[in-house]
C-alpha cells in the first residue's frame, strides 16, 4: 500500500511575536517544525505501515529550508521525503497551494491513501486536504479519530463529531483523511534514525517537472483568488475589574452574588 | 505576636504588609517537605513584607534590639524546612523585593533583588536575545536570594555547577541592621575572606540577602534530550561515567526508577516510549551549534550502544523535551502520597550502582522498597523511606541512620542539595566532626550574637 | 463578472433540525445584500420533514430546499456535487458558510471544484467603498486580523458558529420555498456504516462555564473542578493546553480553535489567557478569574479575579458557596 502523507512547515508558536503597532509578524525568533497536527497525520501512516505494511511518502511545499520538517518526517519512519520548492509557488493561497501539491501528487505517482493533519497551527484554515481530495477527485472524511480497518481497497473511519455526530464511515480508496490529535500519540524517532536523517537526499519538485498538470498562473501569489488586502494585530481588550489578593472573603461574597443571581438551573 | 510588635512593624512596613490572620499566615509557615517530615511551626508568628532594603533594616534593628526572632521566607520551595518558623518569628517575606534593578548585557550580569523568581528572571532574560541563566531547581517558584543562601543545584549541575558559582556579589542585612555590600561585577577579587561565600549556603542563619548580582550566559542555542534504556542499571551506570570521560558534557543526566517513568506519564495522560529496559537514562544536551549538537549525540549515542543499551529515542522539539522532562520533574506528584522521608544524599560518581544497590537491599531487609530518582552524573541521589498502611513505619529512624552510614562508606553527604534546615541537623552530627561544627557555630555567633536570626537552622 | 449575483447562506441541518449558524449567517447576509442591493437566499439539503420557511422568517427570500434521504446524513462528496451544481446554475457573487466541523470540511471542497478563493472561519465581513466584499479572519491563533479579498467569483466564506447575532424571527415574512431534485442521489464510493450521538456535552449552551487549564497538574485532579462546576451549576470547560495536553477532550475546550462560548458566567480557574483562549470567551458576560499569577492576561479582561493558587483557593470556594 502506498501513502501519502501531506505536512507543513510552520513556525513555533510560542515563539513567534506580534507588533499591533506596525501589523507585522516576526517569525525570525522562531525556529520551524513540522506543524504539530501533522505529526498525528506522519504516526497514521506510520501505525499503519507497523500493522498491514505500507510505503510512506511525506510532501511539503516551501522553501528550502523546510528540508529539514522533512528530514524530521524521515526519522519518525517515512520511506520517502518530497519537497516541492520553487519561487513561483510562493505566495499561494489554499486553493493555488492544494492545486499545486495535487499536481506534485499526480507526478508523483499513484497513492492508496492520503493523510493530513487537522489544520495548521499558523493558517488554521483546515482546507488545503479537502481541496486536495477535490483535485484529484477522491473521497475525504475530516476529524477522523480511528481507522478501523484499512486493506487494498477499502479504509474505514471513525469521524469524532459531524453535524453533532460521531459517524462510521467507510471509503473506497484512494481517498483523503485528516485526523484528529486524539487519533494517536506521535512516536519520538529513535537517535539512529535521526541521525542517519542528517544524511539522506530529499527529494525535489520544481514547476518545471509538472508542466504536464498545472500551469504557471495556477500557482503561487498569480493562482490565488485570495488576496491579502491589509493585517491588522488586534490590541488585546481591557475590562475593568476587581482583583482581590489575599482577601479570600471579599472575593468570595462577590462572586457568590453573581452565582446565585444565575443559579436558577 | 505582642501587639507592640506588631504595631512597630505596621509603622515600618504599612498596614497592608504585616499579616496576622491565621488562615492567611498559613500559606507562609512552611516549605515543600513531606507533611510528615515538617517541623511544627509556630502558629503565633506574623508575616511582614517590607519593600526595600531601608525598612528591612529597620526591621531587623528593632527584633535585635528586642531579641525577637526573624525567620526569612523566599519562595517557599526548600525542601529542608529552613524557612519555617519554629518559634514565635516575624516571618520576613522577599516577595515585594522583586525588581529586576538591571540586566547588564555588557558585563554579562544581572542585577536582582532577593526576591526576583526564577521565573520571573529566565522571562525577563528571553527578552535578550542570546542569555541565559542555568542552575534550575526544578520550581520556578524559587527566588533568587532563596536559591543563593541555600545554594540550590538542581538537574543542570553536571554542566553549569551550582549557584555558588554564580553569585558574583550582594548586598546583605546584618542581624543588627547594618547594611553590608559584598563582592560586585568584578571577575577577579581577592580582599580579605570571601564573607559572600560563606552567607551562599548558609540557609538564612546569617543575613537577609536584599540584592544579588548574578551571573548570566549565553545560551545554549540547541537542545536535545536522549532517552537511552538499558538492561541493568549497571549498563546504564558505566554508560555515564564513559560519557563523562568522553569530553561531551551533558547539561543533565537523569535517572528514574522505570516504573516512576513508566506510571507518572500514565498519570499525566501520555506514554512513556521506551517499552524495552529496565533502567532508563535522560541525557539532556545542548549546544552552541546544531552540528555540535548532532556530533554530541552521535558520541553519547555510540557510548551508549557500547553499553547494551536498546533503541535509544531522541527528542528534538522542544515540546518533546518539555514533555519527558515533565515525566522527569512530576514522578513526585506519582509517588508524594506513600512516601514517608525523602533522602537526597550524594556520593562520587563512580560509586552510585553499589550505594544504589545497598539502598535496595537495606530496603529488602526492612521488607519495605524505595523509590529512586538521581541527578546520576553528578552523584545526587533521591531515595525515600515509604509509609506503611499510611503510617511512618517504626524502623523509619533506624532505616534513616543505615541509610547515611552506607553513604558515608562511599564519603558521601546526607545532602547534596536540599541543605540541612531545620530536618536533618541531628544527622549532621553524624557526618561532621564536633570541631567543624564549632568552628559553625563560632561564626553564627560573629554575625548573629544574638541569635535572632533563624535560630535552630542547621544546628541548635 | 457581472453574471455573479446575490448572496447565498447555505445552512446547515443536524438530524432535521436547522443549526442555529444559518440564522446568523442570514443576519450578516440580510446587511450585505441590503448594502449591495440584491437578493439573499439559502440553500439546504436535508431528508424530508425540515421546516424550511424558518430560514424565510429569518430573512431568507427564496428557500431552495434540495430533498434527498441519502442527505440525513452529512457526506462531502455527494454534498458537494449537488451544491456545485446548483451554484454553477444559480450563479450568486457571495456564498456563506458556517464554519461548523461540517462547513470546514465541506466549503473547500466547492470552493476547489469552483476553482475559486475560500476564506475560512471569517470574523467579520465588510463591503469597502469600492463595492468588494471584505472577509476578515484571524490568523496564528488570533494575533493578527487579515483583511482579505476574492477576485475570482463566486466569492466563498466560511464564519465561526456565534460570530454573529441571529436574525430576528418575523413571522410575517413571505414564505418562498422552491422544493428543487438532486442532481445526483447517490455516490458509491462511500457508505455511512453508523451515525450516533455519543455525548451531549455542548458548553456553548451553557449558562455557567468553569473552565480551567495548564495549572491542573493531573488528571484526577480535574475531579476538583467538576465538583466546583457542579456546585454552581455550571459545566467544565478548558483551554487548549489541557486539552493537548490529553487530559480533557476537545469537546470541552474554549478558545478559538475549540468552542466559542456566551455563558452568563465564565469562571477560569489557573488559565493564564493565552489570545488563542480569549477569543473564545472574551464576550461571556461576567468573567471570574482565579489565577497564582497576578500579571496573567486573564485578569486584564475579568470582571473579578483573585490572585492565589488553585488548588488552595477552589476547595475552599467548594465549601463556602
Redesign the interface.
Given at each position: 500500500m502506498n501513502i501519502l502523507v501531506l505536512i507543513k512547515e510552520v513556525p513555533?508558536?510560542?515563539k513567534?511575536k506580534?507588533d499591533s503597532e506596525k501589523?507585522v509578524?516576526n517569525r525570525s525568533?522562531a525556529?520551524s517544525?513540522i506543524n504539530?497536527f501533522d505529526m498525528n497525520a506522519l504516526q497514521s501512516a506510520i501505525d499503519i505501515k507497523n500493522k498491514y505494511g505500507a510505503d510512506i511518502t511525506v510532501l511539503t511545499m516551501g522553501p528550502l529550508r523546510a528540508e529539514k520538517s522533512l528530514r524530521?518526517a524521515y526519522?519518525r519512519g517515512a520511506d520517502n521525503v518530497v519537497l516541492m520548492t520553487d519561487c513561483r509557488f510562493s505566495g499561494a493561497?489554499?486553493?493555488a497551494t492544494?492545486?499545486t501539491l495535487s499536481a506534485g501528487i499526480k507526478y508523483l505517482g499513484t497513492f492508496d491513501l492520503i493523510i493530513c493533519g487537522e489544520?495548521s497551527?499558523?493558517?488554521?484554515?483546515?482546507?488545503?486536504?479537502?481541496?486536495v481530495?477535490?483535485?484529484l477527485d477522491m473521497?475525504?472524511?475530516?476529524?477522523v479519530e480511528n481507522i478501523n480497518s484499512i486493506d487494498k481497497t477499502e479504509i474505514?473511519v471513525v469521524i469524532?463529531?459531524?453535524?453533532?455526530?460521531?459517524?462510521?464511515?467507510?471509503?473506497?480508496l484512494p481517498?483523503l483523511i485528516?485526523v484528529?490529535?486524539?487519533i494517536n500519540?506521535p512516536?519520538?524517532?529513535?537517535?539512529?534514525?535521526?541521525?542517519k536523517s542528517?544524511e539522506i537526499d530529499v527529494e525535489k519538485i520544481s514547476l518545471d517537472d509538472l508542466y504536464e498538470h498545472i500551469d504557471a498562473d495556477e500557482t503561487g501569489f498569480k493562482g490565488?483568488?485570495?488576496?491579502?488586502?491589509?493585517?491588522?494585530?488586534?490590541n488585546?481588550?481591557?475590562?475593568t475589574?476587581?482583583?482581590?489578593?489575599?482577601d479570600?472573603v471579599t472575593?468570595?461574597e462577590?462572586?457568590?452574588k453573581?452565582?446565585k443571581s444565575?443559579?436558577t438551573? | 505576636m505582642e501587639s507592640k510588635v506588631i504595631d512597630k512593624m505596621i509603622s515600618i512596613v504599612g498596614k497592608d504588609y504585616v499579616i496576622d490572620d491565621i488562615e492567611q499566615k498559613m500559606s507562609y509557615f512552611y516549605d515543600e517537605i513531606e507533611h510528615t517530615m515538617r517541623p511544627k511551626a509556630n502558629e503565633d508568628s506574623i508575616v511582614v513584607k517590607p519593600k526595600d532594603t531601608d525598612e528591612i533594616s529597620m526591621i531587623m534593628k528593632y527584633a535585635n534590639k528586642n531579641n525577637l526572632t526573624v525567620v526569612i521566607r523566599g519562595g517557599g520551595t526548600g525542601l529542608s524546612g529552613a524557612c519555617t518558623p519554629i518559634r514565635e518569628s516575624i516571618i520576613l517575606s522577599t516577595e515585594r523585593f522583586n525588581k529586576i534593578i538591571e540586566i547588564d548585557e555588557d558585563n554579562m550580569v544581572a542585577v536582582l533583588e532577593a526576591g526576583v523568581t526564577l521565573f520571573q528572571l529566565l522571562e525577563e532574560l528571553g527578552k535578550y536575545e542570546g542569555t541565559g541563566f542555568p542552575v534550575h531547581p526544578g520550581d520556578e517558584g524559587a527566588q533568587i536570594g532563596g536559591m543563593a543562601v541555600t545554594n540550590a543545584g538542581g538537574a543542570r549541575a553536571v554542566k553549569h555547577g551550582v549557584m555558588r558559582k554564580h553569585i558574583q556579589g550582594m548586598e546583605v542585612v546584618l542581624p543588627n541592621g547594618e547594611v553590608l555590600e559584598l563582592g560586585g561585577k568584578l571577575l577577579k577579587n581577592n580582599a580579605g575572606y570571601n564573607l559572600m561565600q560563606l552567607i551562599i549556603g548558609s540557609e538564612g542563619t546569617l543575613a537577609v540577602v536584599t540584592k544579588v548580582v548574578l551571573k548570566i550566559y549565553p545560551k545554549d542555542k540547541y537542545s536535545a534530550t536522549i532517552v537511552a534504556p538499558f538492561k541493568n542499571f549497571n549498563d546504564a551506570s558505566n554508560a555515564v561515567l564513559q560519557i563523562l570521560k568522553s569530553g561531551v558534557t551533558p547539561l543533565a543526566v537523569e535517572y528514574q526508577d522505570k516504573h516512576l517513568f513508566v506510571e507518572t506519564a500514565k498519570m499525566l495522560g501520555t506514554e512513556w516510549q521506551a517499552n524495552e529496559g529496565n533502567a532508563d537514562l535522560m541525557i539532556i544536551i545542548s549546544e552552541k551549534t546544531e552540528d555540535l549538537l548532532y556530533e554530541t549525540c552521535r558520541q553519547i549515542n555510540d557510548i551508549c550502544i557500547k553499553n547494551n543499551s536498546y533503541e535509544t529515542l531522541f527528542a528534538g522539539k522542544k515540546s518533546e523535551q518539555d514533555e519527558l522532562l515533565l515525566i522527569r520533574s512530576q514522578h513526585y506528584e506519582y509517588i508524594k502520597d506513600i512516601i514517608g522521608h525523602s533522602f537526597d544524599t550524594a556520593v562520587p560518581v563512580a560509586d552510585i550502582p553499589a550505594y544504589l544497590k545497598d539502598l535496595k537491599d537495606l530496603a529488602n531487609e526492612y521488607n519495605t522498597f524505595t523509590n529512586i530518582t538521581a541527578h546520576i552524573a553528578d552523584g545526587n541521589i533521591h531515595s525515600d523511606i515509604v509509609l506503611v498502611d499510611g503510617e511512618m513505619p517504626n524502623y523509619a529512624e533506624e532505616l534513616k541512620e543505615r541509610i547515611f552510614k552506607t553513604c558515608f562508606k562511599y564519603n558521601g553527604t546526607i545532602t547534596g542539595e536540599h541543605g540541612i534546615g531545620k530536618l536533618r541537623k541531628k544527622d549532621l552530627k553524624l557526618q561532621k566532626s564536633e570541631t567543624e561544627i564549632n568552628l559553625m557555630k563560632g561564626i553564627k555567633k560573629l554575625f548573629d550574637p544574638n541569635n535572632i536570626l533563624n535560630p535552630g537552622t542547621i544546628f541548635d | 463578472m457581472d453574471e455573479y449575483k446575490g448572496i447565498l447562506v447555505i445552512a446547515e441541518q443536524n438530524d432535521n433540525i436547522i443549526h442555529k449558524v444559518s440564522y446568523e449567517l442570514l443576519n450578516k447576509g440580510r446587511e450585505l445584500a441590503d448594502e449591495l442591493n440584491v437578493p439573499l437566499d439559502c440553500l439546504l439539503l436535508g431528508d424530508d420533514g425540515i421546516h424550511v420557511e424558518e430560514l424565510n422568517y429569518r430573512g431568507a427570500e427564496t428557500v431552495y430546499y434540495m430533498k434527498s434521504e441519502n442527505f440525513s446524513k452529512p457526506e462531502e462528496y455527494l454534498y458537494k456535487q449537488n451544491i456545485v451544481k446548483f451554484i454553477d446554475e444559480n450563479k450568486p457573487e457571495i456564498i456563506l458558510i458556517g464554519a461548523t466541523n461540517f462547513g470546514r470540511s465541506i466549503a473547500p471542497r466547492i470552493a476547489a471544484a469552483l476553482k475559486t478563493g475560500l476564506t475560512a472561519d471569517c470574523t467579520e465581513l465588510q463591503i469597502d467603498d469600492d463595492n468588494n466584499f471584505i472577509q476578515v479572519r484571524p490568523a496564528f491563533s488570533d494575533n493578527i486580523l487579515a483583511h482579505i479579498k476574492t477576485v475570482t467569483y463566486p466569492k466563498m466564506a466560511t464564519i465561526r458558529y456565534k460570530e454573529f447575532d441571529e436574525a430576528e424571527r418575523n413571522v410575517d415574512r413571505e414564505i418562498n420555498v422552491v422544493k428543487i431534485k438532486p442532481y445526483m442521489d447517490k455516490y458509491d464510493e462511500v457508505e455511512i456504516v453508523q451515525s450516533f450521538n455519543e455525548n451531549d456535552v455542548n458548553i456553548t449552551e451553557a449558562q455557567i462555564v468553569v473552565a480551567t487549564g495548564r495549572a491542573i497538574k493531573k488528571k484526577e485532579d480535574l475531579k476538583m473542578i467538576k465538583d466546583f462546576a457542579n456546585k454552581v451549576g455550571g459545566v467544565i470547560g478548558a483551554s487548549r493546553a489541557l486539552v493537548d495536553a490529553g487530559m480533557i477532550g476537545s469537546v470541552y475546550q474554549v478558545g478559538y480553535s475549540g468552542n466559542r462560548v456566551k455563558p452568563k458566567i465564565y469562571i477560569a480557574c489557573g488559565i493564564s489567557g493565552a489570545p488563542q483562549h480569549l477569543a473564545g470567551m472574551k464576550e461571556s458576560e461576567t468573567i471570574i478569574a482565579i489565577n497564582s499569577d497576578s500579571s496573567a492576561p486573564i485578569f486584564s479582561i475579568a470582571d473579578y479575579g483573585y490572585v492565589g493558587d488553585i488548588y488552595e483557593i477552589i476547595p475552599n470556594l467548594i465549601r463556602d458557596l
Open positions: 513555533d508558536m510560542e513567534v506580534f501589523g509578524v525568533s525556529e517544525e504539530p524530521d526519522a493561497d489554499t486553493c492544494s492545486r489544520k497551527v499558523d493558517g488554521d484554515t483546515a482546507q488545503v486536504g479537502a481541496e481530495a477535490e483535485f473521497p475525504h472524511a475530516y476529524y474505514e469524532e463529531n459531524i453535524c453533532g455526530s460521531k459517524q462510521v464511515r467507510r471509503m473506497k481517498a485528516g484528529t490529535k486524539n500519540l512516536k519520538l524517532p529513535t537517535v539512529n534514525r535521526k541521525l542528517l490565488s483568488p485570495t488576496k491579502i488586502a491589509k493585517i491588522v494585530i488586534p488585546p481588550v481591557e475590562r475589574g476587581h482583583i482581590y489578593k489575599d479570600y472575593f468570595k462577590a462572586i457568590k453573581e452565582i444565575e443559579s438551573i | - | -
